[in-house]
């Protein structure tokens, strides 16, 4: 289990050596085990047996959520509310699918093995006529596995260079100013995802996603992909540098003070982080560094 969970061997060879920048809709491998690891039925039972942790359910419509009191009871999922909340067009988002289904788990850390790429699987049911999550771009790549029904998609091109991590998220300023003039204008691709379909989604591509010309419910997986970039390198290199004894020793408050005496403390950090990285041993950090992209266990749910 890896990409080629998704995708055929002459992708996933490409995607090893060129990782995608623009949309693309591929077709599910034949013989892939996804199907038989996550479906429609195994998704719905979750929500109808209560038996889907609450904590990574959300019920949205319109970009808006429900406060989880409104879909739980004594703060347990309650499959009675879900189903009410459902009939009224709420999309349900199941979160950390990988936390807790064993086999998809299974995959993502097969991915991650494989790329180097932390990994997570959201799942989104979405009642037919309705729409969950309003048009936004994401910070991360996103595999979308279409499983049952069909979800439009209305996608344009990015309108910042790298979001990433904290940067240039699009709920956040200057940049939701730039999303809310974006959706005054016509998509540069419009298609409908159909079962058995992967889209490929970088970070950035701004999209707006629903079911509301549908006449069966849409279910779709998406695999988060937390792709490793220099910014991920020079967070690690720097946790490193400043473990050093002299980047613990306390500043006196006076100098917190005086411009000028503080601008030494920031001189003498600045020439103790190039001294470090002066001698650090590449060679030995980027073999650490692998395997840390291979194993470290990722936040979650972003």
Not at 33 to 51: H, Q, R
Not at 239 to 247: D, L, N, P
Request: aromatic fraction near 8%.
């Amino acid at each position: 289990m890896s990409l080629r969970t998704l995708f055929d061997d002459k992708t996933v060879a490409d995607m090893m050596t060129s990782w995608p920048t623009q949309p693309a809709i591929h077709d599910l491998p034949a013989g892939s085990c996804l199907p038989g690891i996550v479906n429609a039925p195994l998704l719905n039972a979750y929500l109808e047996s209560g038996t889907a942790p609450v904590d990574n359910i959300i019920l949205i419509k319109g970009g808006a959520a429900l406060h989880p009191r409104a879909y739980t009871t004594a703060g347990d999922l309650d499959p009675g509310k879900i189903t009410k909340w459902r009939g009224r067009g709420y999309t349900v988002q199941l979160r950390n699918l990988n936390r807790w289904q064993p086999a998809l788990h299974t995959v993502c850390a097969a991915i991650q093995q494989q790329t180097g790429y932390g990994c997570y699987a959201t799942g989104f049911i979405t009642p037919a006529g309705a729409q969950g999550l309003g048009c936004h771009w994401d910070q991360n790549m996103g595999f979308i596995y279409q499983i049952a029904g069909r979800k439009s998609w209305q996608i344009w091109e990015p309108v910042v260079d790298q979001p990433h991590r904290d940067h240039l998220a699009c709920n956040t300023a200057p940049c939701s100013s730039l999303l809310n003039r974006l959706k005054t204008t016509l998509p540069d691709e419009e298609f409908d995802l159909q079962p058995g379909q992967v889209l490929v989604l970088p970070r950035g591509y701004a999209h707006n996603v629903h079911a509301r010309a549908q006449q069966h419910d849409s279910v779709h997986l998406t695999f988060v992909v937390r792709e490793r970039t220099g910014f991920w390198i020079g967070e690690k290199l720097t946790a490193a540098a400043t473990a050093s004894t002299e980047f613990r020793r306390a500043i006196p408050p006076a100098h917190l003070a005086d411009r000028g005496a503080f601008a030494e403390h920031v001189d003498q950090a600045r020439k103790n982080l190039i001294d470090w990285l002066a001698q650090a041993d590449e060679q030995a950090l980027a073999a650490h560094l692998i395997d840390a992209a291979r194993t470290e266990r990722d936040v979650d749910y972003l």
